[in-house]
């Protein structure tokens, strides 16, 4: 089992910065691929970013390449998101997740809600125009 607690969240104005946190219970966080999602209100959850187990692979949204970066620390047992450049439609609540599967990495499969097994409960961000 991986419990997952994020935290970071916050209001800034539009282009300004954040980063987001979500640390993970258990010894074998190093083996579990992750993945950052939002939802805003009234849409459906979307996939924002993604690292592999060991660090070496991310794969990004096409909404945030550029402007988010996506890490982690496996000593920390942590994965960070820094969101640069925010805009308003980056608003929404942010969700990090780890892949029901051990040692398994796939863009194609990074960026599906069905590949997560555990979910934090969330994180809200805002962005004022």
């Known amino acids: 089992q991986v419990q997952l607690v994020e935290s970071g969240g916050g209001l800034v104005q539009a282009g300004g910065s954040l980063r987001v946190s979500c640390v993970a219970s258990?010894?074998?966080?190093?083996?579990?691929?992750m993945g950052w999602f939002r939802q805003a209100p009234g849409k459906e959850r979307e996939f924002v970013a993604a690292i592999s187990w060991s660090g070496a692979s991310t794969y990004y949204a096409d909404a945030v390449k550029g402007r988010f970066t996506i890490s982690r620390d496996n000593a920390k047992n942590t994965v960070y998101l820094q969101l640069n450049s925010l805009k308003p439609e980056d608003t929404a609540v942010y969700y990090c997740?780890?892949?029901?599967?051990?040692?398994?990495?796939?863009?194609?499969?990074?960026?599906?809600?069905?590949?997560?097994?555990?979910w934090g409960q969330g994180t809200q961000v805002t962005v004022s125009s």
């Open positions: 997740a780890a892949d029901r599967e051990r040692l398994t990495w796939a863009t194609g499969r990074a960026k599906g809600v069905y590949a997560y097994g555990y």
């Open positions: 258990g010894r074998t966080f190093s083996s579990y691929s």
